[in-house]
């Protein structure tokens, strides 16, 4: 459960120059306000392309939050500082947009929270009401500085842990000073930056790929034990290994595990990490092959192994056949 305990929203429209910091927080009672907020903030919580970071040792915003944990500072100014810095770095970038900074003070399931939300103003349609001397006209016109709806992500945000100060964000690139700047990570935070729960699977399924053929076997076989793996570990654990999953896959051979413990190094994979059971289970329990002849299956990664159900035959011409064996029924979808 999500309860909001303070929020305050700062426009920092660069295009218009109408830049103004609120001296005010919002009105948490007002429903619109708590909609808005426990909405994307549930939906960016628990996106599993936000990456996980920690605070550099002479990190300025590490040292503010302290201070506003601890009671020294208040919420205003602290989300103020917040504002301050992002306007000054995001002014200096060669494409200039215009955004509503939320900062907010939040719990989940008691676990306190401090976000952080860049909402990028969207161009949308409104009406316009034209009142002449003689008639009423009604037009449809351009508006430049619509919130992100309901339904949609929001681009840019950070989430800091209020007594763990573990950090989870998604930012994007801002061409500074002729500089590709990540301005949450490098100019507010001043933090680390760990590869994603969802980047992790995609460079996992690549490296487990590259390996396999490599080395001429089945990349098939081996992503579809790599799925495996990830699901039955999912079931005791919320924490992946990519080395361990390596191993177990490539376990016949200790040069393919070497070569993939190489690649998981190269790519920036952090040696454990944190996942979404329902995501990964989501991710894992089915593989998808295409054949060169344009056929599609979508099967069971646990059915790979299972001659009852299919099995991948090397005809003696040097092509492959696929048998999917005691089907009962075929339903057209």
């Known amino acids: 459960m999500i309860i909001i305990n303070k929020a305050i929203l700062h426009i920092l429209d660069l295009n218009s120059g109408m830049t103004v910091f609120s001296e005010q927080e919002l009105e948490i009672k007002n429903d619109s306000v708590i909609t808005f907020l426990i909405k994307h903030i549930e939906k960016s919580y628990h996106d599993q392309n936000s990456k996980s970071g920690a605070f550099q040792s002479d990190s300025k915003f590490k040292k503010q939050l302290a201070d506003y944990i601890d009671g020294k500072l208040d919420f205003i100014n602290f989300s103020g500082m917040i504002a301050q810095t992002m306007h000054s770095a995001i002014s200096q970038a060669e494409v200039l947009d215009s955004s509503d900074l939320l900062v907010c003070d939040f719990t989940i399931d008691d676990n306190r929270f401090i976000g952080i939300l860049k909402c990028n103003n969207r161009v949308g349609f ?17 508006h430049y500085a619509i919130l992100p709806n309901l339904s949609q992500k929001i681009d840019e945000y950070a989430f800091i842990g209020a ?75 919320e924490f992946l290994d990519p080395v361990e999953l390596g191993k177990t896959v490539f376990r016949s051979s200790p040069i393919m595990q070497q070569e993939y413990v190489e690649e998981v190094k190269k790519s920036g994979i952090s040696e454990v990490v944190k996942m979404d059971r329902d995501f990964c289970v989501k991710k894992g329990k089915n593989h998808k092959i295409k054949t060169d002849t344009g056929i599609e299956i979508t099967f069971p990664v646990d059915y790979f192994e299972n001659k009852e159900y299919m099995e991948f035959v090397n005809n003696p011409d040097g092509t492959l056949s696929i048998e999917l064996k005691n089907i009962g029924k075929i339903m057209n979808k």
């Not at 409104?126 to 351009?142: L, R």
């Not at 100019?187 to 690549?206: G, H, Q, R, Y």
């Open 126 to 142: 409104t009406h316009q009401v034209i009142k002449t001397a003689e008639k009423i006209k009604n037009e449809i016109i351009n």
């Open 163 to 237: 007594d763990s100060f573990d950090i989870k964000f998604i930012d994007k690139k801002h061409l500074i000073n002729g500089q590709e700047t990540y301005v949450l990570p490098e100019k507010i935070l001043e933090c680390s930056s760990a590869v994603s729960p969802n980047s992790t699977i995609k460079l996992v399924k690549a490296i487990t790929r590259k390996i396999a053929e490599n080395h001429g076997q089945s990349s098939v076989a081996a992503i579809s034990k790599a799925k495996n793996y990830m699901v039955e570990h999912m079931e005791t654990s």
